[in-house]
């Protein structure tokens, strides 16, 4: 079993940054596919990033393609988040995902472990 714990969430203002952090303990995630989502109040959740087990392939949403990197460090069990040039329509609750794969994977039916998620704020 996999237990994951996101961090950094806030409130920002427009075109500000924010770094969310998602630590896994439990398991190793160094061989699985990681991915961030978020969900709007009255929306869907929707994919916002993915990660091969690696690092070395990842997949971003339209919406945030050049303004958010996703990484990970498998030393210590973590994957990052780095948002940039945030805008209102990002504000959401985030949550990272741990598949049971090694390869990116897309959507959320991928995903077998989930945190509880962090809130961002984008204030304009």
């Known amino acids: 079993q996999v237990q994951l714990v996101e961090s950094g969430g806030g409130l920002v203002q427009a075109g500000g940054s924010l770094r969310l952090s998602c630590a896994a303990s439990g398991r190793t995630i160094s061989r699985a596919a990681m991915g961030w989502f978020r969900q709007a109040p009255g929306k869907e959740r929707e994919s916002v990033a993915a990660i091969n087990w690696s690092g070395g392939s990842t997949d971003y949403a339209d919406s945030v393609k050049g303004r958010f990197t996703i990484s990970r460090d498998n030393t210590k069990n973590t994957v990052y988040l780095q948002m940039n040039y945030l805008k209102p329509e990002d504000t959401a609750t985030y949550y990272c995902?741990?598949?049971?794969?090694?390869?990116?994977?897309?959507?959320?039916?991928?995903?077998?472990?989930w945190g509880q998620g962090t809130q961002v704020a984008v204030s304009t």
């Open positions: 995902a741990a598949a049971r794969v090694s390869s990116l994977v897309r959507g959320p039916a991928a995903y077998a472990y």
